[in-house]
């Protein structure tokens, strides 16, 4: 099976596979409600490969989820394939990190693609905040998509991603502007799998987002943002956390998985609820 026929299976897309803005609202929908974002991997010591075969592997033929560079790197060439133009980007986290996310490094990886000579923004892998529509590059004013509204403004010669949350705008992560060499990923993704600082070595991190609604787990506590504005959050157990797991963000629990979730059951919060 080629590419584009395992992945359309694996998120269920039956539609045209022409390159056009509605394939493109199609798939962006699609791929964060069927594909979870994780790192459980990091916390079993395991390494990130980038390789098309192993991400495939991963995200396709094992039904698991991944975080950014797995994700995109799979979403950049589905949409390659179709016959879309596509530059690869690397932008910095600034989401719930206060004023010391300046100094983070550049770590994530996001896509902007160009429809009939408008650029648009595309990110299937950003955890509880993803993009579930692309967005307007090159716009400034607020834009709706089937969860947050989003804005995209010039930062000097980068570009600051913000989601409405409630009254507040809450920065995502800072653009910055030259397309990435693979090699510039592999480093990011050294970094953020390996470093012991990284806050994928120490929590684990799951994130589904439907039409319906967002679903985040954060070590032991499960947050629901329904697209009505509604939202709910509880404590799970060890038990719980394992059902989650394989109910609400469909992953293949393995037994081995068992210490990581223990630990994450045994969490204790010592700042205030997110």
Known sequence: ???????????????????????????????????????????????ILLEPAAVDAKLIEAGRGGYCFEQNSLFLRVLRALGFAVEPLIAQVQWMAGPEALQRPRTHMVLRVTVDGQPWLCDVGFGSC????????????PQ????????????????????????????????????????????ANYYSSTYPQSHFRHDLIVARSTPEAR???????????R???????????????????????????????????ERAAAAVWDEPAR
Not at 130 to 141: C, G, K, M, N, Q
């Open 144 to 187: 709706s998509t089937p969860h947050e509204r989003f804005r995209i403004t010039p930062q000097g010669n980068e570009h600051l991603v913000e989601a409405l949350l409630g009254d507040d705008w809450l920065p995502v992560y800072l653009i910055s502007p030259a397309p990435c060499r693979d090699g510039d990923y592999v480093m």
């Open 1 to 47: 099976m080629d590419l584009l026929d395992a992945y359309f299976a694996r998120i269920g897309y039956t539609g045209p596979r022409t390159p056009t803005l509605d394939t493109l609202r199609a798939l962006q929908q699609l791929h964060p409600a069927v594909i979870p974002f994780e790192a459980i991997d990091v916390l079993l010591d395991r390494p």
């Open 215 to 225: 679903h985040a787990l954060l070590r032991n506590r499960l947050t629901i943002r």
């Open 130 to 141: 993803v993009l579930t529509a692309p967005i307007r590059f090159d716009l400034a004013t």
């Open 227 to 261: 697209a009505d504005g509604a939202s709910e959050r509880r404590f799970l157990t060890a038990d719980e956390i394992e059902r989650a797991l394989a109910e609400v963000f469909l992953l293949p629990v393995a037994p081995d998985w068992r210490p990581v979730i």
